[in-house]
């Protein structure tokens, strides 16, 4: 167990839908990762939080949106979902940006 | 842009049969080269970092190494149980972006 916690472990929505993944990071750890994972494109990088404000951005689309809240557990926005949206989604923590990431069980999103 | 490469992308040998999984990449000045396990339908567990050319880490059955252009993850006498993808990935300089990850080797050690 890496202490970091994701919910729901499994969502099924309908294209055109908007979803909200939850993530809790491992105790005091300040920097939030979410990651994408799908069979062609392996493992992308989306957003980073650092302490509730956003750090980096990676191949995050204009649809998908991120916050981290006070308590520092951060929510992944998904809006207008696309079948091509199916994937594994990750969240991750270190105590700083620099230091190794620790990965969740990640949420299972199916667009149908 | 970052770039990393791993090969083989599937590797199936018999347990107690030692090999090599090679990483290569390039990145605009490397924080750290990071090696992960990934079973099926989990998240990806965190194995070692490296951050200089050189520099070597052990973990039971698993060395990674890291040169200028690539890392080798050594596995030595695998058992069933490593069975999995490992990964690696590369951090560049100011620890301010995410991981960029290869698409991984697919290990499989028979009995």
């Known amino acids: 167990d890496s202490g970091v916690t994701q919910t729901p472990k499994h969502l099924i929505t309908a294209t055109g839908q908007r979803v909200t993944l939850r993530c809790s990071p491992r105790?005091?750890?300040?920097?939030v990762y979410w990651y994408q994972q799908s069979l062609d494109q392996g493992l992308q990088f989306l957003i980073q939080?650092?302490?509730?404000?956003?750090?980096a951005k990676g191949n995050i689309l204009e649809r998908f949106s991120a916050q981290q809240f006070p308590d520092l557990h951060s929510e992944l926005n998904l809006s207008s979902l696309e079948l091509g949206d199916s994937a594994l989604y990750f969240c991750?923590?270190?105590?700083?940006?620099?230091?190794?990431?620790?990965f969740g069980q990640g949420t299972r999103l199916t667009v149908v | 842009e970052d770039q990393v490469t791993q090969s083989p992308e599937a590797l199936r040998l018999q347990e107690g049969e030692s090999s090599s999984l090679n990483c290569s990449y390039t990145?605009?000045?490397?924080?750290?080269l990071f090696w992960y396990r990934q079973d099926p339908g989990k998240g990806p567990e965190f194995l070692f970092t490296?951050?200089?050319a050189g520099e070597e880490k052990e973990k039971e059955r698993l060395k990674a190494t890291l040169t200028k252009k690539e890392s080798f993850l050594h596995i030595t006498a695998p058992k069933p149980e490593d069975s999995a993808t490992y990964l690696c990935?590369?951090?560049?300089?100011?620890?301010?972006?995410?991981?960029?990850f290869g698409k991984g080797t697919h290990l499989i050690i028979q009995p």
């Open positions: 991750a923590s270190s105590p700083g940006g620099d230091a190794e990431a620790f």
């Open positions: 105790s005091g750890d300040l920097s």
């Open positions: 939080y650092y302490n509730g404000e956003e750090r």
């Open positions: 990145v605009s000045g490397l924080r750290g």
């Open positions: 490296l951050y200089s």
């Open positions: 990935a590369v951090q560049r300089g100011g620890g301010a972006d995410g991981l960029t």
